[in-house]
C-alpha cells in the first residue's frame, strides 16, 4: 500500500522532513487532512495514534466472530491480547473494545432471531499494563483490563509466565514500546497464533530468542500507520453520549480529553518537554498559536 510503504517517503521529525515545533511549516497537500468544525484541535490531533490503531482493524488482523461456509457462527472469535498502556496500547484497546462490543451485540441480535446456530459469544480483548490509572481510561471501552503481572508465576519477580496465560491468545499486539515485551507477547500467543508488532523501538533484546517463532509457527505482522479519514470519523463522535444498538452499546463515547495531562504555549516548549518526560504524563500538547 503506497500510503505506508513509498520507497521515497519522508516523515515528519524523523526522516529528510522537519518536525512541528513551529508556527509555519510546509506538507504536501495530499498529507492534509479536512478536520470537521466540530472536533477540536486539541482533539483532532489524536488522529494519527487513533489511525495507528485503526490499521491493526484494517489489515483484518483480529476477527471477533467465526463462520463456517453455511454462513454460521462457529466459534467466539479470537481470544485478544494487547500488551502495553502507553497511548498507542491505549487507542488500540479503544478500537478494538468497540469493534468486540458490535461483535456481541451482531451475536445477541442473531440470538434473538434464530440465527448463527447458538454460536459461542466472543471473547473481549484483554490489555494488560502497569499502571492502574491508566488502564481506568479505557475500563468502559469493551476491554477487560489488568496488571501485567498477572501473567506471571510469581508477580513479585515476574520471570515464569503462568500457565493460565502461556501460549493461550490466538492474537497478541505488542504496544509496549520495550524490547522485552516482545519476548512475553511470543510466550502468550498459542501455537500458530498471530503476534503483531507495534512497537518500533531500536533496541535490540540482549539474548534474544527467536526458536519460538519457528516451533510454535507464529504468524509475525508488522503494523503501522492507518487511515486518518476513519480515525476523524470516530473522533467527530468524540463527546457524544455514545452509540447503541438494540439497547446494546456498541460506541461508548471516546472522550479523548482524558489523555490530556498539559497543555503548553510554544514559548514554554522546555516545560512541555519537561512535563513529556515525566512516567505519569500521558500526552502534552503544545499551542503552536492563538486563532
Known sequence: MSRNHCPNRTVIGILNQNGTFAEYMTLPLQNLHVVPNSIPNEIAVFAEPLAAACRVVEQGLVKFRYNNSNGEECRGGDRVVILGDGKLGLCIAEILGREYLRAVASHQEEGRNGIGGGGVAPHPPIL???????????????????????????????????????????????STGNPNGLTLAMTLCRPMGRLVLKSTCAAGVKGFNSAPIVIDE????????????????LLEGNSTEGVT?????????????????????????????????????MKVQLVMADE
Open 218 to 233: 507464529l504468524q509475525v505482522v508488522g503494523s503501522r500507520c492507518g487511515p486518518i479519514d476513519t480515525a476523524l470519523e
Open 128 to 174: 494488560f499494563g502497569k499502571h492502574r490509572h491508566k488502564l481506568d481510561l479505557v475500563k468502559d471501552s469493551g476491554v477487560e483490563c489488568r496488571l501485567v503481572k498477572e501473567c506471571y508465576m510469581d508477580e513479585t519477580t515476574m520471570e515464569e509466565v503462568s500457565p493460565k496465560h502461556a501460549n493461550a491468545y490466538d492474537v497478541v499486539i505488542d
Open 245 to 281: 444498538e438494540n439497547g446494546v452499546m456498541i460506541s461508548p463515547p471516546l472522550r479523548m480529553e482524558k489523555y490530556i495531562t498539559e497543555s503548553f504555549p510554544l514559548s514554554r516548549v522546555r516545560d512541555a518537554l519537561e512535563c513529556a518526560a515525566k512516567k505519569s504524563t
